[in-house]
């Protein structure tokens, strides 16, 4: 009967110690947000910048036309913001908002067409996804290339899939989807290292899981990707020195998927109770050292300024066509 008392003692000290050690570790907070203002102010000034300078010259500005078909959460907060950027750098935004019923009446092929001979007009922004029973494939391949500020167009998405090395992407003014292009910016910018790295992207979307896996392999990494028929994708994700979450769903991402040391960029854009949230759990990784990109906040303003950069790069690529 005596004997039980020590052992009780002992199992009492080791579970207030663990305690202890899970308060402390509770206040120390590891974690570290990878900041994308400041490079995108940045690049915005700069825009601004040429623009202002352009505009003299050419005796027009640049003109981006959106088109937002259907009532998406995310789409709707990202047109919105798109246009404000747009006005602060000086595009021109023509926005054009088509709810869900009024879809099967109104001709968005005609729209598009006349956007595409529009002088006005120098890039076209059909914010994706749109409703499920409208065929994606057909709506963007009628958006002229040259004005496919999203890289949306088969054309353009051919001519960035087939050039191997970054920086020839860059050298041949080769047009990339604006997330994508986000995603790698900040990961130079803040110097993370690319080439030899496992990246698992999660999500195969053509606006962000593809288009991220081809760009990735330009900077020389190892890509794995996922998607929702993925086996073992915690045990996967636990291999990855960077990982890129794409999924559309809070808080999928915790702790369970990622090792200490690990890049998270999370593009996830969920609505919680009218908060706006990404697809990491970020009270479940806090006490880890990573690096992630936070929502609002991270990588929705690097898509923004990309889609700035590809409007002023198409306008100025339809001027000097012109001439
Ligand atoms: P999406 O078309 O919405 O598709 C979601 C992807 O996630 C699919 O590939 C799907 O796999 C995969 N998935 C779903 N459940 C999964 C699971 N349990 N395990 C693994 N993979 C799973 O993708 P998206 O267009 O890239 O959008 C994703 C999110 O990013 C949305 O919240 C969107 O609003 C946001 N987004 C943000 C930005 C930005 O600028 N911040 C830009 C674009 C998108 P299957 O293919 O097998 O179905």
């Known amino acids: 009967m005596l004997s039980i008392f020590p052992t009780f003692a002992i199992v009492c000290f080791v579970y207030v110690r663990i305690k202890f ?42 003109g981006l036309a959106t088109i937002l078909v259907g009532d998406d959460y995310a789409s709707k907060i990202y047109i919105k913001l798109k246009i404000k950027a747009c006005n602060e750098v000086g595009i021109k935004s023509f926005n054009y908002n088509i709810s869900s019923i009024d879809i ?20 076209i922004l059909l ?12 709506y963007v391949s009628n958006i002229n290339p040259l004005k496919d500020v ?18 020839e992407i860059i050298k041949k003014n080769i047009i990339i989807p604006c997330t994508p292009l986000g995603i790698i910016n900040l990961l130079h910018n803040n110097n993370v290292e690319i080439s030899g790295k496992i990246v698992v992207i999660i999500g195969r ?5 593809k288009p991220i896996a081809s760009l990735l392999l330009a900077n020389d990494a190892t890509v794995i990707m996922a998607h929702s028929k993925t086996y073992n994708l915690e045990k996967i994700c636990k291999r990855a020195d960077i990982i890129i979450v794409s999924v559309g769903r809070a808080k999928f991402l915790n702790k369970n998927f990622i090792k ?13 109770n009218d908060k706006v949230c990404g697809d990491v759990d970020i009270d479940s990784i806090k006490n880890m050292n990573v690096k992630v ?8 303003p690097m898509t923004i300024t990309s889609l700035l950069e590809n409007t002023l790069k198409m306008f100025k690529n339809q001027i000097f066509f012109k001439k």
């Open 260 to 272: 200490n040391k690990t890049v998270v960029i999370d593009v996830g854009m969920n609505n919680i």
């Open 104 to 123: 099967y009446k109104f001709d968005l092929i005609k729209l598009i067409k006349n956007l595409n001979l529009d002088p006005n007009i120098h890039g």
């Open 293 to 300: 990109t936070s929502v609002p906040g991270g990588i929705g």
């Open 150 to 167: 999203d890289c949306v167009h088969p054309f353009n998405i051919g001519a960035m899939y087939m050039l191997k090395k970054w920086d």
């Open 21 to 62: 050690v899970d308060i402390i570790l509770g206040l120390v907070v590891l974690m570290k947000i990878i900041d994308s203002k400041n490079l995108s102010n940045e690049k915005r000034f700069k825009i601004k910048n040429e623009i202002s300078k352009i505009v003299s010259n050419a005796g027009c500005r640049p």
């Open 127 to 138: 914010q994706l996804p749109l409703p499920k029973k409208i065929e994606t494939e057909y």
């Open 205 to 209: 979307s053509i606006l962000v899981g």
